[in-house]
């Protein structure tokens, strides 16, 4: 399914610019590491503002998840997953889960990060299950 | 002068309807302000503060001190931005403002007309949302997310969900000014029937999204005894926000209950438990919204809402009456004004002209909330 993503700010621009090359990285910051998402300018847990995108494992628990069968737009084929998963390594994301019947999805299923490949040579990161999913894709370098 | 010396003294709902062609934004606004100075007794230029939206054309769009040409005189005091000119956060920033003496009569309220088609999804924000709209967010499957919470931590059922949605559109079936009047009765097993749009929401646990307008008018207590009402005082008021609307994902464990410190505060000053109150006009974008209010406005414990309003406790009947308008899910849901009828049904339930009326209610709890549990407004009204 093509996806209108949003032009990146330039908060957001070095996780769409890693997503394009098939890699999840969120905020980590400098002073209390502390790691976060969405990204913004101060980081949420202790106010400072150094912060840089590091690499995540895309190894992630699903903590909630709907099953949609109303899309907002003709873009999403329904029906699909909007999920929060929390990231190993901290951070927690809303994102969907796909690669699996949204019948068999629960809360705290393992789950790994897979890309969407965009027409525009992006990429949207999404998670399938990791027990049913394929093997982890190499990261590009 | 303190908030419970200023009251609500005129109310206004103009006609609400899935689309209203032949109006236009700035006639409902118009329409709703005017009516409630009407509904007062009181003339256009004895206003001098002015929390109301101006959608244009003519005057300035947005900006509040474009009624000076509707109201005449100049203005003291005025509030923009969205949410402050509409429900309990309009009326309880405009009351805080005529105690604080900053001016003497407030309006409150707008209206909306021309923004909605026949199945779109809503989402509050215009804007595209980076991180929510990519991954197909809006607001039905986000509040879903916080209802699957507490279905899963507390054994919530759909079937309880079920039961609000019933209850509340049946109110609505028999509400002359509801855009589902006549509709129904719903039964339990009808809201289940109906189509699933985002687990555990089906269509009819949802509300209906239509146009129309609304306003409140306030003055303090003193001035109100003169005009044509019993006054219907600002007993309390709270609010609680717990982030941007739409920015972090909402989840039952990080938002499930906001609201309760704003219901402490709000109830608080009233001098009264949730218990003690009469009657409850409160956000029910979706049947869940309501079993979660009932817990963080103290009428049962965390995790009992689903018990609680399988007992019954919320029918017009019931020991809590919610809702008797058929709110958001039957009355009507118009964008932001949505908020104001909620005070526009707790102020009439107060005066016992209520068309599903309380018997003898004399307090009242109007909230709002939204976006997905981001916001919480309430105020407790009672007769002065
Ligand atoms: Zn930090």
Redesign the pocket.
């Known amino acids: 399914m093509g996806r209108r993503l949003p032009s990146a700010t330039e908060l957001s621009r070095g996780f769409w610019d890693a997503a394009a090359e098939h890699r999840l990285v969120i905020p980590c910051?400098l002073?209390?590491e502390?790691r976060f998402f969405p990204p913004e300018r101060l980081?949420p847990?202790?106010g400072?503002a150094g912060w840089d995108y590091v690499d995540t494992s895309g190894a992630a628990t699903i903590t909630s998840y709907t099953v949609v069968h109303r899309a907002p737009s003709p873009d999403f084929e329904t029906p699909y997953v909007l999920a929060v998963v929390a990231l190993d390594g901290g951070g927690r994301m809303l994102t969907n889960v796909v690669g699996a019947d949204p019948a068999a999805i629960t809360t705290g299923m393992p789950v790994r990060v897979v890309f969407l490949d965009q027409p525009d040579d992006r990429a949207l990161p999404v998670f399938e299950p990791t027990a049913i999913g394929r093997p982890h894709e190499p990261e590009k370098e | 002068m303190a908030l419970r010396d200023v009251a609500v003294v005129g109310v206004h709902a103009t006609e609400q309807a899935r689309t209203l062609p032949h109006r236009t934004s700035l006639d409902l606004a118009q329409e709703s302000v005017l009516g409630a100075l009407a509904d007062a007794g009181l003339e256009p230029h004895e206003v001098d503060g002015v929390a109301a939206d101006w959608p244009g054309p003519g005057g300035r769009r947005g900006e509040p001190a474009s009624w000076t040409s509707v109201l005449g005189g100049p203005l003291s005091w005025v509030s923009d931005g969205l949410l402050d000119a509409a429900g309990a956060r309009g009326v309880m920033k405009a009351a805080a403002a005529i105690s604080a003496g900053l001016c003497d009569v407030a309006v409150v309220g707008g209206g909306l007309a021309g923004r909605f088609g026949r199945g779109q999804t809503v989402n509050g924000a215009e804007d595209f949302i980076e991180f929510t709209d990519v991954w197909g967010a809006y607001v039905v499957p986000l509040f879903a997310l916080v209802a699957q919470g507490h279905l899963q931590r507390f054994g919530t059922t759909p079937e309880q969900l079920a039961t609000v949605a019933a209850t509340i559109r049946n109110n609505g079936s028999k509400n002359p000014e509801a855009v589902m009047s006549g509709r129904g009765p719903y039964t339990v097993d009808d809201v289940l029937a109906s189509p699933m749009l985002a687990t555990p929401f089906h269509l009819l646990d949802v509300c209906i999204a239509g146009e129309g307008g609304g306003a409140v008018v306030l003055t303090s207590v003193e001035r109100a005894r003169d005009l044509r009402h019993p006054p219907i005082a600002i007993l309390g008021a709270g609010m609680e926000l717990s982030g941007a609307a739409y920015a972090a994902p909402p989840e039952y464990d990080t938002v499930g209950r906001l609201g309760a410190r704003a219901a402490q505060r709000a109830l608080g000053m009233a001098g009264l438990t949730a218990q003690q109150v009469d009657v409850f006009s409160v956000y029910d974008p979706n049947s869940f919204e309501i079993i979660r209010q009932m817990e963080v406005l103290g009428l049962c414990e965390e995790g009992e809402g689903g018990p609680f309003v399988e007992d019954g406790n919320i029918g017009l009947d019931g020991k809590h009456p919610t809702n008797p308008d058929g709110g958001c899910l039957a009355y009507a849901w118009n964008g932001t004004q949505q908020m104001t009828l909620k005070i526009v049904e707790a102020v009439r339930q107060l005066r016992g002209t209520a068309v599903n009326q309380v018997p003898g209610a004399e307090t009242a709890v109007a909230a709002n909330a939204g976006s997905a549990a981001a916001h919480y407004e309430l105020v407790v009204l009672g007769r002065a």
Do not use: E, G, P, R
Request: hydrophobic content about 25%.
């Open positions: 910051c002073a209390c502390a980081c847990t202790c400072t």
